[in-house]
């Protein structure tokens, strides 16, 4: 299957396409054709062409004899059946005399091939069926994930069978060990990678492999090649067992490369294997105290990661050309624990090069049932408060406090009568409920729509006939805006407020710091009452009159005093401390509804003014259940989000925060 016409699903800006070498593709399948009986290679010959036999993703992947039955040929595009006679043991016979010794994995090979010959028994131990499944190395298939093999970090090939992951495994030994000079060792337990006998195949280059005589020893193998043989890479085919996955953090501890594969097609099903989470950091189970489940608005008892995750990257292959990337599988994983939506890197290849998109982490936005799972709320859950269905599914961090706020300020756009304060609204797309269930029945939140532009002269030309936006209350967009600093300008750029240094004094000080960045407010925190310009304190501390605010009154320093230690006290004093009349996050959202229901109303864009990464977050998020398309354009600190009508894609490959 070709994605050269496929359209790219995905909302981030696609990086220029990077020139790969062109794919080669080496078989040796007349060697297996050799072990077949005569009828059976006459009808397989039959079939096809020798060479479009080998052209891979339209060739043999497979040859299934069982006793008894009629011998079939698996191709990509399907099984035909080879002929109209029944296998018998003779046929068998003929196959296994021809052919290596079967191990205790029931595998076996040809002799300096990647063929692999898997064998069925019966209760009395004798083979009863064979799948003869053909070998075929690869060279190309790296370029699409190369600069992660060439970083030195260890990464998890993720996908269903037959996909491409020991492909995968096999370029990666042979392009680190051949073209970067690096000790490369190959843990094959199978002789799948590298073939069956004692010399290796030419597919992995100048790696060197050591084989494992019996399955359930493989990790005894990943340690001593590590112990004895001082590599600086080790490829590893189907982790699968608890052993092995502690061996494998074993070997990561080391600072060893570590490039293997792992039963599972995603990094979901990879949380819900309780043999190999450690490869993830494992999860368990953790009793929240009453302040800090209040916080998170969720249970006490929630799922968080409980170390370092083995690997650094996860890959999932969807097909060759295709493939899903986690490049900071810590952050993924708490992501998803938290019951936030993570939409992976994606990367694809066509005849324009690799393309690729960037990683985003969305919250609130899982399915139900995978919220509850990871950290959402459980039903009946008391703390919750009152239940909308329409909610199932749309979890996440601070959930129901940032809605009920927008909910106060502009009305419920699922509403057709909601107005916004001074004005009437015009009539929101009834899209908005339908948008919110299909939403609810995905596994996980995925881009809408992407750059996909012939070109950069292309992507050019679209911006130069781009419409002139204004911003919500119908003004020019100011030419300030569009002004581009240089680094070391943007790096001094300043706030209008003044950048202030708190004390917490008996508060929670990472509780301050989560407040003052939700608000996006030029404050930080201090360590003591003499560097800060202002205190933060509660009501029982204030009374004791310690040490550090008797200093502070002394050096005339204001102290704000805080009825309770919560988030909600610390951001009401952080607005008093400002002189600010409202919620930043409260303003930006009132003219993110007002320019959705602008564009709505003319079919124009919209432009709104700039804001912190985190509000803008939240402008895109409010466009997103509007279906209003909505893109980042401009550079700190004019960075903003335009707003435009549905079905209008951005031409530009900007990044979406």
């Known amino acids: 299957m070709s994605l050269a016409n496929t359209p790219h699903d995905g909302t981030s800006p696609m990086l220029a396409p990077t ?43 497979e040859v299934v004899m069982d006793l008894g039955r009629r011998p079939e040929a698996r191709l990509t595009s399907g099984d035909v059946t080879l002929l109209e006679r029944e296998v018998t043991e003779e046929d068998l016979s003929w196959v296994i005399s021809r052919i290596g010794d079967f191990g205790g994995d029931n595998r076996a090979g040809i002799e300096r091939t990647l063929h692999r010959i898997s064998a069925i028994r019966n209760r009395a131990d004798r083979v009863v069926g064979l799948t003869c499944r053909v070998g075929r190395s690869v060279f190309g298939t790296i370029e699409i994930l190369r600069d992660h093999i060439e970083s030195g970090k260890s990464i998890l090939i993720m996908g269903r069978p037959g996909v491409g992951k020991t492909t995968m495994l096999r370029e990666a030994a042979r392009v680190l060990a051949s073209e970067f000079s690096k000790r490369v060792v190959v843990v094959d337990t ?54 092995e996955a502690i061996a494998a953090r074993t070997i990561a501890e080391r600072g060893v490369q570590l490039i293997g594969t792992a039963h599972g097609n995603n990094l979901d099903n990879l949380m819900l294997n309780p043999t190999l989470t450690d490869l993830i950091g494992g999860i368990q189970s953790v009793t929240l105290g009453d302040d800090e489940a209040r916080r998170r608005r969720t249970q006490k008892s929630v799922l968080e990661r409980k170390a370092p995750p083995t690997f650094d990257v996860v890959v999932e292959i969807i097909d060759r050309d295709h493939i899903l990337v986690h490049e900071d599988v810590a952050a993924t994983v708490d992501a998803l624990l ?34 509850r799972r990871f950290g959402g709320l459980t039903p009946g859950d008391d703390r919750r408060g009152s239940y909308d269905a329409r909610d199932e599914g749309r979890g996440g961090w601070r959930k129901h406090r940032d809605r009920s706020r927008r909910a106060s300020a502009f009305g419920d756009l699922r509403n057709p009568a909601a107005t916004i304060p001074g004005g009437t609204a015009a009539t929101v797309m009834p899209a908005l409920d339908s948008r919110a269930d299909a ?81 996006g407010l030029p404050a930080s925190t201090t360590r003591g009452p003499e560097d800060a310009d202002a205190v933060m304190t509660i009501r029982n501390e204030f009374k004791q009159r310690g040490v550090q605010l008797v200093e502070a009154e002394r050096r005339g320093v204001p102290i704000h005093v805080l009825k309770s230690n919560a988030s909600a006290q610390m951001e009401r004093a952080l607005l008093a401390l400002y002189d600010l009349p409202d919620d930043p996050r409260e303003m930006a959202l009132r003219e993110a509804a007002a320019g959705v229901q602008e564009v709505m109303r003319t079919a124009h864009p919209v432009e709104l003014a700039p804001q912190s990464a985190f509000i803008r977050r939240l402008q895109h998020q409010l466009a997103g259940e509007a279906n209003i398309t909505s893109s980042s354009r401009g550079r700190d600190p004019h960075r903003r989000v335009r707003l435009e009508p549905p079905g209008r894609a951005s031409s530009t490959p900007r990044r979406r925060r």
């Open 19 to 61: 020139v790969v070498q062109e794919e080669a593709i080496v078989d040796n399948l007349d060697l297996l054709l050799d072990c077949l009986p005569g009828e059976i290679v006459a009808s397989i010959r039959e079939l096809s062409t020798r060479e479009e036999l080998a052209a891979g993703r339209d060739g043999l992947l």
């Open 190 to 243: 199978s002789n799948e990678i590298a073939g069956d006998g004692d010399i290796p195949h030419p597919a992995i280059g100048k790696a060197r492999r050591m084989q494992v005589s019996a399955p359930e020893r493989q990790h005894l193998v990943m340690i001593e090649a590590v112990e004895n043989h001082m590599p600086e890479v080790i490829v590893i085919d189907e982790i699968g067992t608890e052993a």
């Open 338 to 371: 938290r019951g936030d939506a993570v939409a992976p890197e994606e990367r694809w290849r066509d005849e324009a090069g690799v393309h690729r998109t960037h990683q985003r982490i969305r919250p609130g936005a899982l399915p139900g049932v995978e919220q």
């Open 439 to 519: 939403g609810a029945t995905s596994g996980s939140w995925r881009p809408t729509r992407g750059w996909v532009s012939g070109g950069m002269a292309g992507a050019i030309s679209a911006m130069d006939h781009e419409p002139a936006a204004r911003t919500a209350d119908g003004a020019r967009i100011p030419a300030a805006w569009d002004d581009a600093p240089d680094a070391d300008d943007e790096a001094r750029s300043e706030s209008p407020l003044p950048e202030l240094r708190i004390y917490a004094h008996g508060i929670s000080r990472k509780k301050l710091e989560i407040a003052i960045r939700e608000l």
